[in-house]
């Protein structure tokens, strides 16, 4: 806020000015004229207001009209429409004695005021300093007003125009000082004294990318320098482009009384692009054109025309050319990355990928990762790299692949979690899921199931076969969850028998008081006499009491029969283990492993297949009651 001016008072001795009675249109300036003259500051002068002219005219084909005085009583009369018509203008002209000031002198010394503005003019604050004490006196109202018009004259702000806001202001100030005789500011308070008519700002024709926009927005947020956004997704319904139509503005008048014309807009309206209408929407109203994502994919421009894509090709993923892509799996773009080179990486040393369904051709590098719903990698994947998705298949894999359905051709000492898991030849490696097939299996794997194992051919050894109800991570984080539980409300338990115990004592202890209150109360009901407060306050506690104690046995109750509950679940996952198997259609050979975890008793289960052994399909076997084995089992136990 602009200040136009204060009235600070000098310590200095000032030489005493001759009253002086001027008539002008710009009284700061005649201040400043005699304060010249005398050599001393302008702020050590002061002036009354003696009379106020105001005249106004309106020009007429550029020619100069004649300036025609107005009554201050019409000035109230100018409507809107005379206001922001451009050929009209205003002025002032004000007569005053101008004097030094004299302390002591003013009764409004102590009201220190500033006058401010906004940037068009059309709003005039009054500031009123810290430290400033308004107090009262007879007509101060009027005092008021003089005292703040002075500051507005000296400010070249019009008076008795545009200051309704003013009398409001001078007439809570004075009934303040009133009631409190003395008001003290202890902080700076500022208070609209003018408001003049505000002009429209004029509205450029603007286009705003906002595709682009959140494209900067995302780099800002990120620290990886490789994820240089190569591929800009969208989702449907997304507002991608917005034109902003050009509107003109409206007119105004400032508290000067200055027309305030408003800024041509641009008219610009060619767009410079057109939109692929079969995935782009356009939507238009007076104020602007928005187009919108029909679809989820990316964005791309085609010879000047916008559009949604789903399918992109690219030859590598490389800090050298693309970057990391990470669209996200939601965003159902399909990438294919064509570099088929066995000596080279098509998704390059930490590289990251993230869209709904990736095609690589050829080799996942060192440290990648890639996320996506469904994965085909042609050729192979590095030890460092990850994987995970929905649906995996793999030429060649050393890496880490996490996902449901796993497909691997060779297996290379990688590791692999899933579901269901299908390996056609596994030479090392983890493989973690529910269901494992594996077609020929070498040695040195370690396969740990909650279902099933299956082995087609074996031709190695060292290998281990493990059954563990806990593989999965949500039968695990079930156990956990209802471990943990179960603890608590058992715990509860403990605190419900605890209160049982205290509210049964209790009860027994009043059975036979409330027995007699209770005959009691039926007297003096049946006889017609007034119940006795302390009766009704024994026989109410006993109440209570009882109430308490049958709430108390059906949240023992419920607790019981919640602990059952997550028991049966927790023993579900035993039963599942009982019905878990280890199957190999081929002879055993050399050293290799059965095992089994069980969750109640917690034992581990261990059975070495002999040399030559023919048997397929092994299982748990519950020899005596609480005594487990791993037996090889019957065809029709299977």
């Known amino acids: 806020m602009a200040l136009f001016g204060s ?50 005219r309106f020009l007429k084909q550029g020619i100069d009209a004649k300036w025609e005085e107005i009554e201050r009583e019409r000035l109230r009369e ?14 002032q002209v004000y007569e005053v004695e101008i004097f030094s000031r004299q302390k002591g002198k003013d009764p409004l010394e102590e009201f220190k005021i500033a006058i401010g503005a906004n940037a068009t003019k059309c709003k005039i604050y009054m500031q009123v300093k810290e430290g400033s004490i308004l107090r009262y006196i007879s007509a101060l109202k009027e005092e008021l007003t ?26 809570k100030l004075s009934a303040k000082a009133k009631i409190e005789e003395s008001v003290l500011f202890e902080r700076m308070q500022t208070y609209l004294i003018a408001e003049s008519i505000e002009p429209t700002k004029t509205v450029d024709g603007t286009l705003i990318l906002h595709f682009e926009q959140k494209r900067k927005e995302e780099e800002n947020r990120r620290v990886d320098y490789a994820d240089r956004g190569f591929i800009q997704s969208v989702h449907k319904d997304e507002l991608l482009i917005e034109f902003i139509k050009p509107r003109p503005g409206q007119p105004g008048r400032d508290c000067r009384g200055r027309y305030i014309a408003p800024k041509e807009p641009s008219e610009e309206r060619d767009l410079g692009f057109e939109v692929d209408e079969e995935t782009i929407r356009v939507e238009e109203d007076e104020k602007s054109i928005r187009f919108y994502a029909k679809v989820n994919g990316y964005i791309a ?4 025309v916008y559009t949604i894509k789903s399918e992109a090709d690219v030859n590598q993923v490389t800090f050298r050319t693309t970057g990391s892509i990470t669209v996200g799996t939601d965003s159902d773009v399909n990438l294919v990355v064509t570099e088929a ?28 990762y890639v996320k996506a719903k469904r994965v085909d990698v042609g050729g192979q994947t590095h030890k460092t790299s990850v994987i995970e998705a929905d649906e995996i298949t793999v030429n060649v894999h050393k ?6 359905k796993v497909k691997i051709t060779r297996l290379e000492h990688g590791v692999v979690e899933g579901e269901e898991i299908s390996i056609a030849q596994a030479m090392g490696g983890r493989i973690y899921g529910e269901k494992v097939t594996i077609e020929i ?8 199931a909650s279902q099933k194992i299956e082995i087609k051919r074996l031709r190695g050894s060292e290998n281990i076969f493990e059954i563990d109800p806990l593989q999965q991570r949500k039968a695990k984080e079930s156990y956990e969850k209802n471990k943990e539980e179960i603890e608590k409300l058992k715990q509860r338990l403990f605190e419900y028998e605890k209160q049982i115990e205290g509210y049964r004592q209790l009860v027994k202890k009043n059975h036979a008081v409330f027995n007699e209150v209770k005959k009691r109360l039926l007297h003096y009901k049946k006889n017609g006499i007034k119940l006795p407060e302390a009766y009704v306050k024994q026989y109410k506690l006993y109440q209570a009491q009882v109430d308490k104690l049958k709430e108390l046995e ?43 975890r069980l969750i109640d008793p917690p034992l581990e289960l261990v059975y070495k297949p002999e040399e030559g052994e023919a048997h397929h399909i092994y299982g748990i076997v519950e020899v005596e009651e609480g005594i487990f084995e791993i037996r090889p089992l019957e065809e029709e136990d299977e």
């Open 399 to 404: 890496g880490t692949a996490k996902g449901k």
């Open 341 to 368: 080179d066995a000596v080279k990486d098509a998704i390059g040393t930490g590289m990251k990928v993230e869209v709904t369904e990736l095609e690589v051709e050829g080799n996942v590098g060192s440290e990648a």
């Open 441 to 448: 299996c070498t040695s040195y794997v370690r396969v740990k």
């Open 146 to 171: 003089l005292y703040i018009n002075k500051h507005k004259v000296r400010a070249g702000v019009l008076i008795y125009v545009f200051d309704e806001p003013m009398e409001d202001v001078v007439s």
């Open 7 to 56: 009235n600070k008072s000098s310590s200095v001795a000032v030489r005493k000015v001759r009253p002086t009675v001027v008539k002008s249109e710009n009284i700061a300036k005649e201040l400043s004229s005699i304060a010249r003259e005398y050599g001393i500051k302008p702020e050590t002068l002061d002036f009354h207001i003696l009379d106020v002219l105001t005249y106004t």
């Open 301 to 304: 421009i085609e010879e000047n």
């Open 78 to 91: 100018i409507d809107d429409e005379t206001w922001l018509d451009s050929n009209f203008q205003i002025k």
């Open 554 to 596: 059906e949240m023992y109750k419920k607790t019981e029969e919640k602990i059952h509950l997550l028991s049966n679940q927790t023993g579900s996952l035993q039963y599942s283990v009982m019905d878990a198997r280890v199957i190999n259609r081929d002879v055993w050979r050399g050293y290799n492993e059965i095992r089994a």
